[in-house]
């Protein structure tokens, strides 16, 4: 990867973009804020009055959602915007210019229109993670954060 600190810097480019208007950005922070942390009373309010749904307790499910919501925000960072509007782009011929670059085209498109907006699903999908694994009592190691496999979480 020869050019990753040229990704880095489009990526560091994009981010200050969005963050040019702050309140903006605050705002989008904070609505999404609100709607996680709404969804995500729902669905503890749910199980608090049925106690668990097939042997799943509240946190346990809370502790799930909050990982699809971080690893569908972490994808979504880099690949929604890229590849919702590449149709578009072949068509008016626009994806042209991307293969003329003398790097990898994929993570060129990829660091260009990175979607800074998933901050905000990203932080309160972490957020949720951390109280759920609390509430759990979980001892978790460093490997098992990164790997995260159903053998090291059964182990704990």
Not at 2 to 21: D, G, H, P, Q, V
């Amino acid at each position: 990867m020869e050019y990753a600190s040229l990704y880095w810097t489009f990526i560091r480019i994009n981010i200050k973009a969005k963050t040019e208007y702050r309140a903006a950005f605050l705002l989008t922070f904070l609505s999404r804020g609100i709607v996680w942390s709404t969804e995500f009373a729902l669905i503890w309010v749910l199980l608090y009055r049925f106690e668990s749904i097939a042997g799943w307790g509240q946190y346990e499910v809370m502790f799930l959602y909050a990982l699809n919501l971080t690893s569908y925000s972490m994808a979504a960072f880099f690949c929604f915007h890229p590849f919702t509007k590449l149709p578009a782009k072949v068509q008016s011929g626009e994806f042209d210019e991307l293969l003329t670059k003398p790097m990898n085209p994929l993570l060129y498109l990829m660091s260009r229109e990175f979607t800074a907006s998933y901050f905000s699903n990203v932080a309160f999908g972490l957020l949720f993670i951390g109280i759920c694994i609390y509430h759990l009592d979980l001892s978790l190691g460093i490997w098992d954060y990164a790997f995260c496999s159903p053998r090291s979480l059964a182990a704990c």
